[in-house]
């Protein structure tokens, strides 16, 4: 073709490329305005929180989850989707206990703070059948134990609901919870609060225990006690050498002795990660199932752990991490 009818055809083709974007742009944008002027549907904020049938609104609004307008709470709103994901988790722990037990529950809640779990799992999952379930909450905040029983009464839960005020590693010998306990589940219990529920539902047998450990500083401490004798010995001491490494280390070494003990005592153990929990570094959650006696392969090997490290001397995390006798 010749040079420039080839100019000619290529100034045609962008003129027409030119005038149809054009006339696209128009188009939209009368489509856009069209849609504008259309009426909108009205939107129910509440929509967001992807509510259950026969979900109490009250329990809601008196966790501050929805305010006094109807609104959402943003912060609490996060809060929310993090206990409906571990509920998802301890709801079918609640149902096998209840077929198996003709429908009676004990589950013990530590270090409950607000209650958001207990009050969220007796209202989707036990409210309906309430007859032989007991949720208790541990807490050592009296106004917060106050107001978790004031709100139990007044949605009608009382008679399923009860707090206690009381340090967990006390509540073992409480005369108000019973010898045995179905479930226990400590959320975020503060540092050796998760310890002592651990040790509670061992002596009260419970079938399962749901737990999501906060930090711990007990283990740390020790590895950092013993760093300057265990330096000569092992090559290990470089995985807590460095000051951030002995936190992290000791966090992390924590709940691997938590799940050998729960092993040690005839317990299934499953770690995974708490998905949802992405605004919190503390999303490990341990679900331990009772499923034999005692293992002892387990217990030997938590306290051949130990020694490894180096803490195999110290009495208090040998009680801490206390295993059936070998
Ligand atoms: C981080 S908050 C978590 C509260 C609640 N489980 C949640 O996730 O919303 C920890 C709660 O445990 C309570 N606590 C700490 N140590 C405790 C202990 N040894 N016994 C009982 N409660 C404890 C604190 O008062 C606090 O309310």
Known sequence: MHPLIGAM?????????????????????????????????????LDALELKPGQSIELLKALHIVT???GINQDSRRKLKQVYHLTHFIDPLIEEVRKANDGQLYLVDHGAGKSYLGFILYDLYIKQNPEGAVVAGVETRQELVDK??????????????????LPVAQATEHPDLPRQVDIV????????????????????????????????AEVATHLRKNKASQLGKTSLVEMWRHPLHTREFGSQLTNVLRCLQLEAHGYQVTVTELVGWEHSMKNELI???????????????????LSELGLGGDEGLLQRFHVPQL
């Open 287 to 305: 679900i331990a199932k009772k499923h034999q006696h005692s293992n002892p392969k387990a217990a030997q090997r938590l306290l051949d752990m």
């Open 9 to 45: 055809n290529e100034q045609a083709n962008n003129q027409y490329t030119r005038r149809l974007s054009r006339r696209t742009f128009t188009l939209c944008a009368l489509n856009s305005t069209q849609q504008l002027s259309m009426p909108k549907p009205k939107k129910n904020p």
């Open 185 to 216: 589940t400590a959320l975020h219990a503060c540092n050796t609060a998760t310890d002592d529920a651990i040790s509670f539902g061992l002596k009260k047998q419970a079938k399962f225990m749901a737990l999501v450990p906060c930090c711990q």
């Open 68 to 70: 006094r307008e109807g």
């Open 148 to 165: 978790s029983n004031t709100l139990a009464r007044q949605l009608g839960f009382g008679q399923g609901m009860k707090f206690i005020n």
